[in-house]
Nanobody
Framework: QVQLVESGGGLVQAGGSVRLSCAASGRTFNRYTIGWFRQAPGKEREFVAAINWSGGSTEYADSVKGRFTISRDSAKNTVYLQMNSLKVEDTAVYYC??????????WGRGTQVTVSS
């Protein structure tokens, strides 16, 4: 079992930055690929970024490449999402999830990020 808790969301102006954290419990956390997803009002949840167990491999959605950076601190059982040059369209609830096999089986409850113009 892995429990995930997101934090760091809030209200930020367009062009600003926010760093989200995903804190995990569970001894096997460091075995999992961790992903960030987001869901805006009236839209489907979409993939944002992912990082493998070692931190050596990352993946990003085209919409956030060059602006967002995912990283992990295994000693702290935490994965971060640094979001720079934020746009109004980045407004969403952001979720982190742990991938078990080929699917993301563990999810946090999300943190709201609102970008104002």
């Amino acid at each position: 079992q892995v429990q995930l808790v997101e934090s760091g969301g809030g209200l930020v102006q367009a062009g600003g930055s926010v760093r989200l954290s995903c804190a995990a419990s569970g001894r096997t956390f460091n075995r999992y690929t961790i992903g960030w997803f987001r869901q805006a009002p009236g839209k489907e949840r979409e993939f944002v970024a992912a990082i493998n167990w070692s931190g050596g491999s990352t993946e990003y959605a085209d919409s956030v490449k060059g602006r967002f950076t995912i990283s992990r601190d295994s000693a702290k059982n935490t994965v971060y999402l640094q979001m720079n040059s934020l746009k109004v369209e980045d407004t969403a609830v952001y979720y982190c999830a742990a991938r078990v096999g080929i699917s993301y089986g563990y999810w946090g409850r999300g943190t709201q990020v609102t970008v104002s113009s």
